[in-house]
């Protein structure tokens, strides 16, 4: 497909830069935005538009909706709305952060920079537990399908939504567990990457087993680890033609249906939470037409 993010569909790069804006109320934002839709192709810099964005416009994107904040015995999922969420991937820091200026001040003064998140590959694809993430992605044809919105016309197909949180672990504790009491909490052996087939309810691959909603709940994994000098964590990213996948595993993460709280809360809690609309590509550019733009 020529008019999607090509970057979404591409492996985990060495490093990455995550960049959150809000929203300046006061400035009209129609002018940067198609200064930003001018300089992003969609590559080395993948772009996701809020709910507060498509609203300021006056435009509605089918499906985009707030996050949802859930509450649940010994489980706090917050929202943390944003207005533009940019993930950009690459090999070289210094080119990553300079990528990262120029992107903050051309979005400037319409959108103020609220968080910036560093974040790297671990081993192939590893969580900072050493766990892997991502072993059911979707691959070929099905993640086109997966990930990628068709069949709603010029201006949204290719579009894509994604579902960004940061969550902090606690590494102190999960390395006290047993290892077995560790594998116990994936539902993987770490050795191997092998499911265990008596693994507990609350193994996250069982509350996470897209085949097994209904109907079927399959994303596209593009998380990284990411770290600072006081803690660190994981920078969990879902893509997916609509946002349905993402909520209906986070739910059952939180136990919401059946009780069962995912064994990850032990270990590591979401600090974020936010939905955006990632546009398609055209002519090597953004399109907004979706938009009004």
């Not at 537990?129 to 997966?146: K, R």
């Not at 102190?172 to 290892?179: C, I």
Request: proline letters at 6%; aromatic letters at 10%.
């Amino acid at each position: 497909m020529k008019t999607i993010q090509a970057g979404i569909l591409k492996p985990i790069p060495h490093l990455a830069r995550y960049l959150i804006f809000a929203l300046n109320q006061n400035v009209d934002p129609t002018e940067t935005l198609q200064a930003l839709a001018k300089e992003i192709d969609g590559g080395e810099t993948v772009v996701g538009l809020g709910l507060s964005v498509v609203q300021k416009l006056n435009a509605r994107i089918e499906g985009l909706r707030p996050f949802p904040t859930i509450v649940n015995a010994g489980v706090d999922i917050p929202a943390t709305p944003a207005a533009v969420w940019c993930w950009l991937r690459g090999d070289d820091r210094g080119e990553i952060l300079h990528r990262a200026r120029r992107i903050q001040k051309l979005l400037a003064p319409a959108f103020i920079l609220v968080q910036v998140v560093d974040a790297f590959q671990f081993g192939p694809a590893l969580d900072l537990t050493g766990y892997e993430d991502g072993t059911e992605n979707p691959t070929g044809d099905e993640a086109l399908t997966v990930t990628f919105v068709q069949g709603q016309g010029e201006g949204m197909d290719g579009s894509s939504f994604v579902a960004a949180q940061q969550w902090i672990h606690d590494l102190d504790f999960f390395e006290s567990l047993p290892p077995e009491t560790q594998d116990n909490v994936f539902g993987r052996r770490r050795s191997d990457n092998e499911e265990i087939e008596d693994a507990p309810l609350s193994a996250h691959v069982k509350r996470t087993a897209q085949e097994d909603f209904e109907p079927e709940a399959f994303v596209l994994r593009r998380s990284m680890p990411w770290a600072d000098s006081w803690q660190e964590g994981f920078f969990f990213v879902a893509f997916g033609h609509s946002l349905y996948a993402f909520e209906a595993q986070l739910k059952r993460m939180a136990g919401l249906d059946d009780g069962i709280v995912d064994a990850l809360f032990t270990y590591s809690r979401p600090v974020t939470g936010a939905y955006f609309w990632c546009p398609p590509v055209r002519n090597g550019q953004l399109d907004l037409r979706a938009l009004g733009l």
